[in-house]
């Protein structure tokens, strides 16, 4: 599929679209490529699994693209949970969330009492009020593309809809497991990304597993 054109009001627009009727879109994130899907449609992520060869039991995030969206859609998280997340989000980052309410299944992969969330800063799809489940626009175990071309033709191809946006940054998200954090203030961070170890001490404290 040929990338799609126009202002950001018309990329938006058309990002919702896709995914409200089951397509599966190529989009830039605020950090690589990514492919989203209506995280709550089976058939949309069986498909978004199939395309870039990832097995359904590996977990893949849910991305809102407006953060009170995200929290009205997590209402058991806790306070202490709740009040970290406000100072993370939105932003280069992937929690790690206890989910007693196992929102989102098809996204959580194996343990559907962890929901990983993304809320990212992109104000390009600012207004898009649906949820998708998010992963890298990449083979399995390939390199995150950072520029359209670099996304395979395999998935460009297969996609709803394609969206340029340019060279992105090229660091992934980090990834911040804060399951146990109301209970014990315990954080980790499961992979290194975009944003540091010395912002995450100045938001989340220092009492953290290594």
Request: aromatic share 6%; hydrophobic share 45%.
């Amino acid at each position: 599929m040929s990338p799609e054109t126009g202002g950001t009001a018309v990329s938006a627009a058309a990002f919702e679209r896709c995914i409200s009727v089951g397509g599966v879109a190529v989009f830039p994130a605020d950090t690589v490529y990514g492919l989203a899907c209506d995280p709550d449609n089976r058939l949309a992520v069986e498909r978004l699994y199939r395309i870039k060869g990832r097995p359904l039991d590996k977990p893949s995030a849910v991305m809102f693209f407006d953060v009170e969206l995200a929290f009205a859609a997590l209402p058991e998280l806790g306070p202490r949970t709740h009040a970290a997340a406000v100072r993370l989000l939105p932003g280069p980052v992937s929690l790690l969330l206890p989910n007693p309410a196992q929102r989102f299944p098809l996204a959580c992969g194996r343990d559907a009492s962890t929901l990983g969330l993304r809320v990212p800063t992109l104000q390009a799809l600012v207004d898009v009020r649906w949820p998708v489940l998010q992963s890298s626009a990449n083979l399995a175990g390939g390199p995150d593309p950072v520029r359209l071309e670099e996304v395979p033709d395999r998935i460009c191809q297969a996609a709803d809809l394609v969206m340029d946006g340019g060279a992105l940054p090229g660091t992934a998200s980090t990834v911040i497991d804060l399951r146990r954090y109301e209970e014990t203030g315990e954080w980790s961070v499961a992979r290194a990304g975009a944003v540091e170890r010395e912002q995450l001490l100045d938001a989340l404290g220092s009492s953290h597993s290594h």
